[in-house]
T-cell receptor, first 115, second 113 residues
Framework: DTGVSQNPRHKITKRGQNVTFRCDPI?????LYWYRQTLGQGPEFLTY????????KSRLLSDRFSAERPKGSFSTLEIQRTEQGDSAMYLC?????????????FGEGSWLTVV | ELKVEQNPLFLSMQEGKNYTIYCNYS?????LYWYRQDPGKSLESLFV?????AVKQEGRLMASLDTKARLSTLHITAAVHDLSATYFC?????????????FGKGTRLHILP
């Protein structure tokens, strides 16, 4: 399968711990997005990369959240000092980019539960 | 700030009926996406609409885009139970310092047999 891959798929952590999620986009997709989704809500934009450059970051993202895409391939999303309100599904998506209006493909998501 | 509003948010309908989901957005964009999400699952791409007047159809679903009215519709024809899911529209804004895709809250569709 050559879709967007995320891991871990599920993570339970104690409040105050740090967690890191990894996203492997579809090969040759230069655009990568991170979203957060809570139950009953639409995906909420977190951040966006074009190749290794982080071009956009939501103002809703506190300084406890950081994302990287060091070589323009896989990306990581780290949450430091987790809080219960961080419990959500974290979605990664990728697309080829450009003006051709390519489909944006989502991974299966990483579920985070902070206890 | 871009707002994307879907309505209705909840829809329960009988099999065989037709219905339309509406997606309004508040700023200029000529690129809009429709996604389907099943409970506990990720998002499945349905349509990418790229220009004013774009219309795409797949099976019982048809999507259209009116960029002047800032409106997209997802029309369901002769609904079947398998179409029960949550449907999201998402608007692409790429101008100035903004470059993001914003989702609506979703329309939870329940089709009764």
């Amino acid at each position: 399968d050559t879709g967007v891959s995320q891991n871990p798929r599920h993570k339970i952590t104690k409040r105050g711990q740090n967690v890191t999620f990894r996203c492997d986009p579809i090969s040759e997709h230069n655009r990568l997005y991170w979203y957060r989704q809570t139950l009953g809500q639409g995906p909420e934009f977190l951040t966006y990369f074009q190749n290794e450059a982080q071009l956009e970051k939501s103002r809703l993202l506190s300084d406890r959240f950081s994302a990287e895409r060091p070589k323009g391939s896989f990306s990581t999303l780290e949450i430091q000092r987790t809080e219960q309100g961080d419990s959500a599904m974290y979605l990664c998506a990728s697309t080829r980019g450009g003006d051709s209006g390519n489909t944006i493909y989502f991974g299966e998501g990483s579920w985070l539960t902070v206890v | 700030e871009l707002k994307v509003e879907q309505n209705p948010l909840f829809l329960s309908m009988q099999e065989g009926k037709n219905y339309t989901i509406y997606c309004n957005y508040s700023t200029t964009s000529d690129r809009l996406y429709w996604y389907r999400q099943d409970p506990g699952k990720s998002l499945e791409s349905l349509f990418v609409l790229l220009s004013n007047g774009a219309v795409k159809q797949e099976g019982r679903l048809m999507a259209s885009l009116d960029t002047k009215a800032r409106l997209s519709t997802l029309h369901i024809t002769a609904a079947v139970h398998d179409l029960s899911a949550t449907y999201f529209c998402a608007v692409d804004i790429s101008w100035g310092r903004d470059d993001k895709i914003i989702f609506g809250k979703g329309t939870r569709l329940h089709i009764l047999p």
